[in-house]
């Protein structure tokens, strides 16, 4: 009975609607076209339920064109729309680029988000980022990888001030940091993002004054908080079938 491989749920659990309206999603210049239940798009405050209220969508065919978007993020959205997963995990079995490019794609998610005004989304791109900074390129090294120059300032670039992306990555370099994070900056100081560097160097003398904000930073290598999710303290963190998050 231990083994037995039990596909039941309750019956009504399910929160699937396959008779809702679908809506015509088109993203970028070569225009891929994405048909999504609009029961699964607009949730309350989100970008796509402001814009199915607009008169001009209202009496057309239900067509919304995002083409300043990347079409491949948009499809990894749907995804976790309709799955409750984030598919974006590397294959990464010889090059340490792909884990580089895993911190690229999560941070484009994350700015998509941002865009779509779905900061549950947001918040479970974060903690799939938490993931991913315990992943090492090559499989036997235990060195870890972070973020690129290059992508660090494309982060920057398209975030504002005390964004909680910002700030893990922030509390990610503090914790897992190292001399020779800093050797590209070094051999090409106009490649690394300034209000970056000035976050970082903040975070440094915020230790100096207070070093139990360590402590703090070190539960992340074992336990993910809210302390970069997007809900109040007193709200529920949405777990969409992953671990449940106990809110600080
Ligand atoms: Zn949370």
Same mark, same amino acid.
């Given at each position: !009975?231990?083994?037995?491989?039990?596909?039941?749920?309750?019956?009504?659990?399910?929160? !699937?609607?396959?008779?809702?309206?679908?809506?015509?999603? /088109?993203?970028?210049?070569?225009?891929? %076209?994405? @048909? /999504? #239940?609009?029961?699964?798009? %607009? &949730?309350?405050?989100?970008?796509?339920?402001?814009?199915?209220? &607009?008169?001009?969508?209202?009496?057309?065919?239900?067509?919304?064109?995002?083409? =300043?978007?990347?079409?491949?993020?948009?499809?990894?959205?749907?995804?976790?729309?309709?799955?409750? &997963?984030?598919?974006? &995990?590397?294959?990464?079995?010889?090059?340490?680029?792909?884990?580089? @490019?895993?911190?690229?794609?999560?941070?484009?998610?994350?700015?998509?988000?941002?865009?779509?005004?779905?900061?549950?989304?947001?918040?479970? /791109?974060?903690?799939?980022?938490?993931?991913?900074? #315990?992943?090492?390129?090559?499989?036997?090294?235990?060195?870890?990888?972070?973020?690129?120059?290059?992508?660090?300032?494309?982060?920057?670039?398209?975030?504002?001030?005390?964004?909680?992306?910002? @700030?893990?990555?922030?509390?990610?370099?503090?914790?897992? *940091?190292? =001399?020779?994070? !800093?050797?590209?900056?070094?051999?090409?100081?106009? *490649?690394?993002? /300034?209000?970056?560097?000035?976050?970082?160097?903040?975070?440094?003398?915020?230790?100096?004054?207070?070093? %139990?904000? !360590?402590?703090?930073?070190?539960?992340?290598?074992?336990?993910?908080?809210?302390?970069? #999710?997007? #809900?109040?303290?007193? =709200?529920?963190?949405?777990?969409?079938?992953?671990?449940?998050?106990?809110?600080?």
């Amino acid at each position: !009975m231990a083994n037995l491989n039990d596909p039941r749920a309750d019956q009504d659990s399910s929160t !699937m609607n396959f008779q809702a309206s679908i809506i015509k999603v /088109v993203v970028g210049t070569d225009k891929y %076209t994405y @048909r /999504v #239940h609009k029961s699964y798009l %607009t &949730k309350p405050g989100s970008f796509f339920e402001t814009a199915l209220k &607009k008169p001009w969508i209202k009496g057309h065919h239900r067509t919304i064109e995002l083409p =300043e978007d990347d079409p491949y993020d948009f499809h990894v959205y749907v995804q976790w729309l309709y799955t409750g &997963k984030l598919f974006c &995990k590397p294959l990464y079995e010889q090059e340490p680029e792909t884990e580089e @490019r895993n911190y690229g794609l999560l941070f484009d998610l994350y700015v998509l988000g941002q865009k779509l005004l779905d900061r549950e989304f947001q918040d479970r /791109v974060v903690d799939a980022t938490i993931a991913a900074s #315990h992943d090492t390129g090559y499989k036997e090294s235990s060195k870890r990888l972070f973020p690129s120059d290059g992508v660090v300032d494309s982060l920057y670039r398209r975030t504002s001030k005390g964004c909680p992306m910002r @700030r893990l990555l922030i509390d990610l370099s503090i914790c897992q *940091g190292g =001399e020779g994070w !800093m050797v590209p900056a070094q051999n090409d100081p106009d *490649g690394i993002n /300034v209000e970056f560097l000035i976050d970082l160097a903040t975070a440094f003398y915020k230790i100096q004054a207070d070093d %139990t904000i !360590m402590d703090k930073l070190e539960e992340l290598d074992e336990d993910p908080g809210c302390e970069y #999710h997007h #809900h109040g303290k007193d =709200e529920e963190c949405g777990s969409y079938g992953g671990k449940k998050i106990e809110a600080l």
